[in-house]
């Protein structure tokens, strides 16, 4: 009834390192500095159907921060309407249906670590919800087959989808009565040579709430009498809202991918030491190969990205006008075990209070070795 | 051999709040706040028996705080002395013997948080200690078939319980060579008709060290000259000692349950910025009903809570004085999936010595969705 | 597939404690203070062939600290170059092959805690790493035998190992780019009788990066003119090796085993309030006997532990030089449930920047349940 499983990933992302000063906070801890051999991610699993129309996923993670702590990612029932499946509600901590690559499992993706672009959304993807998912026959049988024939989907996250969450990113408690909406649509399509691609739209909006702001940054607030004053920044409600598109041409055998979203939240400007309400725009684009060489499978791959905007849950609401181009493959000796190695050359601004005119621009090549259990 | 099961609990206590400011830190760190969906617990149990006579019981909690830590809650082995399981030795962090409630599984219980009175004699209701349990075999039975017709009983913590524990509760180490004594006898009745009824008295004492003691509170000593001077209660040994009472009429249908305990400990007084010894006194009254609709089951009940005291492991030993009247009731759709609602009305004192004059008053409703795995 | 398994170590250090003052930070944190009863190791262990070539193993602890926090121990995949399991690449957080008592799983070892001669070579003896291990079948079936009638072997860490480490131990990134590079030789000799022994070299060399380190503790640079200077030791890179040699005849009745390692690392200098390179040397021997009484076994043993030098690990590169003696017996009733009791006198002078004069003797008797599941 319960299925025990999971997958870890170690890298090594020092090697022709050009500047460790280059961090990337949501990426990797170890995408910066000479931090050597690390885990990214230990997961293990416990899911299962507890009954007919309830079923359970509970998903821990052991390597948290740079020393290995446990973090709850997953943790979530999905009461079925139906004993086909078809409505479902979602109840716990799991990913806010926003974007395809958001919603794909890290082991299955090919680049290491998630574009800032869509993923700036949601630090971590998830938060506590209560969300809606439909899902036509046709369609579950279709992301089904996505899975089984390792195409890497994203599994099933709803045709459409509904929900409302806490609003401040996993593993924290909320911080206002409002609550965010979110809504997404997306379609699996299938040609008749059998070639599948998948369209999708999304959008959420709701108001965030900055908790870690350095002492001395402010926010501009309309008083009672009409008048505009400065307040510190902590504990400020900001309008919080994106709008995305996703376009997936499964790798069969060739890939192509591609986001992009637009928006708006709270951002710092260094000019003025403050954080304020901006917009946000950024995407990516993919291309990809499926090589079957025996029992091998190769993929190369390559990815760029870019991101104009603020990532809401970093220190100040931290500033980014990033780019990079990533080039790598993916390797298959078996189901167990996977090697990525890719190179990066990325050129990132990103400002804070402390870092006000913060330009790191570099390369490195990056390791990583997955064993799937 | 191995058994691997749990449950989760997902909480809204956001809805028609009428006083944010009124919490329980004991109860639930989201009692008061607005601090939307979040989880109060996600046990996963480990257990099984190693031998004809070794059983063992380890179970992570992978929702502390607001933030989903994990921490440790159960961690015991037993040693059965006689291969009938009468006599049992425990060794380990488990929860100590004190009160029906406190043994009660959150997973079984109707309302959504144990009741301040006798609740406040051990956080947690753990600790780390060795303590002999006999249960004879017809006792052995009624425990088993308590949990087995899911009439909400408290499983075999012993009739007779005699036990040493370190006494700063659990995941805390000891603070003095100093050993609390706890000892309870219990015994659950079976009538003609089969109605079972549970009595049973209970009793701890030891001495108690305050840890977590603000700046400026003091506690008055008797120096070696015999005169009395005021000292940091910072570290301060204190008598810790509890009588208590049980009652259970066990739900078939109708449910009656009680338990009351007068004692003594560390308790805050805001008048004079100091720790003292002082009485403490509280308990509970609950009735219930248990409806059988097809195969769902719905558990409408009733509680009324007061406790006056001190919270030995509370910021400064922490005082209270609380009423709480709840009303709700608990759906069981089917063994997998629960449902409890309840509005709950409070009245609460309580004061430390950055809120020395800090009463509350308030009412919530509050929403529990259950997972059995 | 996965198998689950583990144990847990519950201790009670106070009795009979002569000076609550002599601690032993990397031994036991109850090894000083009168802190009660605590666990000392809550293990659970996830592993099993994923595939042919492809093994794992992850395992946290549930008792960090004095408050049972959860850590990870290890967490690492085996990929074998051939079938016949000869030659192996480990990657991730694992034992480095350092010392016999160090690849011994604690669930085996006679002594509550390990030598501090060797195992102050690497906390908690893990760190991430890629290790090569060779292991011809007839040592893998020797290694496999020792386990199997529960000999106290080590387990399969090569015949010959070689590989490369961070450096600055388990659950901590790296600090610098260079590497620790660690091989290892040993070999189980069987004789006509079927006694087994075991002998084995083993060194390690690399920069350490102190990070622990009090305000004021200094450390002498050579600057760019070639002068002296004294600068802050926080962050200073010290050259750290250790070339150590183990003797193991097995207890089959009678046991001996010993350990000796030399060595230089960083260590504090209590004259100075500096931390200087220094040598390190240190050892144990142990007397052990198997006793088979019935189906109980009874272990009576010995140890007598040396060591002169720092703990790179601890604050200021503490420095040491200590003996303990220890007599005492491990009872085994059954395979599920073992029981320790101990007698230990140390004379331990440990100096830091806080306490550079302080030598500590006295004595204490030691307990331990285990259960292994």
């Known amino acids: ?59 821990p993670d052991f390597a948290g921060g740079n020393s290995n702590n446990v973090s709850l990612k997953d943790a979530y029932f999905d009461l079925m309407f139906t004993s086909d499946r078809r409505w479902r509600l979602r109840l716990g901590q799991s990913k806010v249906p926003f974007g395809f690559e958001n919603m794909q ?3 299955n993706r090919l680049s290491l670590d998630r574009n800032d672009a869509i993923n700036s959304a949601l630090k971590n993807e998830r938060d506590m919800m209560a969300v809606v998912y439909y899902t036509p026959t046709i369609v579950q049988e279709r992301f089904k087959k996505l899975q089984n024939q390792q195409l ?25 009565l409002n609550k965010h909406i979110v809504t997404r649509l997306t379609y699996p399509f299938e040609l008749a040579n059998g070639q599948i691609f998948e369209a999708g739209i999304q959008a959420y909006a709701g108001q965030y709430v900055t908790t870690k702001v350095s002492e001395g940054v402010m926010a501009e607030v309309t008083g009672e009498n ?41 951002e710092y ?44 849950f970093e220190t100040d609401a931290r500033s980014y006008d990033m780019q990079e181009i990533e080039v790598g ?11 990525v190695a890719l190179y990066a050359y990325a050129d990132r601004t990103y400002n804070d209070s402390l870092n006000p005119d913060n330009r790191q621009t570099g390369s490195l090549i990056r390791l990583q070795a997955q064993i799937n259990f």
Chains 1, 2, 3 share one sequence.
């Open 152 to 176: 890497k989907g994203s599994g099933n996250y709803g045709m459409f989808a509904l929900g409302a969450f806490n609003g401040q990113t996993a593993n924290n408690a909320d911080e206002n």
């Open 105 to 107: 499992s890290s082991q």
């Open 226 to 266: 009409g008048q505009k004053e400065m307040v510190s920044a902590e504990g400020m409600e900001w309008d919080d809202a994106r709008l995305g598109a996703s376009f997936i041409w499964y790798a069969m055998p060739f890939g192509f991918q591609t986001e992009y979203n637009v928006g708006v939240g709270p």
């Open 269 to 312: 400007d260094p000019a003025t030491n403050t954080i304020q309400r901006k917009p946000l725009k950024g995407g990516y684009a993919q291309m990809s190969y499926r090589l079957e060489l025996g029992q091998h499978f190769l993929l190369p791959f390559w990815r760029y990205t870019n991101y104009e905007g603020g990532k809401k």
């Open 1 to 59: 009834k319960m299925k025990i499983s999971g997958y870890a990933q170690m890298r090594y992302n020092d090697l022709y390192k050009t500047n460790p000063d280059m961090e990337c906070e949501q990426c990797d801890g170890t995408y910066g500095g000479n931090d050597g051999m690390s885990f990214r991610r230990i997961r293990i699993k416990f899911s299962g159907y507890l009954h007919e129309r309830v079923y359970f996923y509970i998903q």
């Open 329 to 339: 493959f993916e390797w298959q000796p078996n189901q167990a075990f996977e090697l």
